[in-house]
């Protein structure tokens, strides 16, 4: 039972370039979401989804793609790199109690 | 809307006790609350529901007031591994969509 499942763990990407984020959950839950945080800031909810084939826009959605096809997983695409994407991404999943966040993928954006 | 934490920053002795507040101008289905360390993800404390369900640790306990949208995280006796960052998460709606306050720092020292 590996709970949530990021990779890669660290990225660093040039201004333009494309990439996936990878999440990963084997508990079942229907809820999902991704989460940026910045330095000395809290989380900001990127996109959310409450089931495969549903997905919605969060707090910060614009430079973020999402998609959700199967249960398990939850990709976040960004498709257009630029330095202000350069932050730390969770991605989490909601029980009963509570979120459960993955370990985080640090992005530099250079 | 970011739901507002208070304080900003507490630093305890260890045995004193702290509370942390999280208000919303919103009606709120559900209050999280979350501890971060250092470099680590948030990881889940409590959950409190509209209509009083209480779901969380032993030793953490908060309190939810439905009428003022607020809710409160009590430590006592705290500890140095209660050292880190805490975060309020509002719902609005059983939708799974949680937004974050801006955290509260606790440093607790010998």
């Known amino acids: 039972n590996a709970g949530v499942t990021q990779t890669p763990k660290f990225q660093v990407l040039k201004t333009g370039q494309s990439m996936t984020l990878q999440c990963a959950q084997d508990?079942?839950?229907?809820?999902m979401s991704w989460y940026r945080q910045d330095p000395g800031m809290g989380l900001r909810l990127i996109h959310y989804?409450?089931?495969?084939?549903?997905?919605d826009q969060g707090e910060v959605p614009n430079g973020y793609n999402v998609s959700r096809s199967t249960t398990e997983d939850f990709p976040l695409r960004l498709l257009s790199a630029a330095p202000s994407q350069t932050s730390v991404y969770f991605c989490?999943?909601?029980?009963?109690?509570?979120?459960?966040f993955g370990s985080g993928t640090r992005l530099t954006v250079v | 809307q970011q739901p507002v934490q208070s304080p900003q920053a507490v630093i305890l002795r260890e045995g004193e006790d702290a509370v942390i507040n999280c208000s919303s101008s919103k009606a709120l289905y559900s209050v999280h609350w979350y501890r971060q360390k250092h470099g680590e993800a948030p990881v889940f404390l409590m959950i409190?529901?509209?209509?009083?369900e209480q779901k969380g640790h032993e030793k953490i306990s908060a309190s939810f007031n439905e009428k003022k949208q607020q809710s409160s995280l009590y430590l006592t006796a705290s500890q140095l591994s209660y050292s880190g960052t805490y975060f309020c998460?509002?719902?609005?709606?059983?939708?799974?969509?949680?937004?974050f306050g801006q955290g509260t720092t606790l440093q607790v020292k010998p």
């Open positions: 409190l529901l509209k209509g009083g």
């Open positions: 508990m079942n839950h229907e809820y």
């Open positions: 998460g509002t719902e609005v709606g059983n939708t799974g969509k949680l937004i």
């Open positions: 989804s409450v089931g495969a084939g549903i997905t």
């Open positions: 989490a999943t909601l029980s009963n109690y509570g979120y459960t």
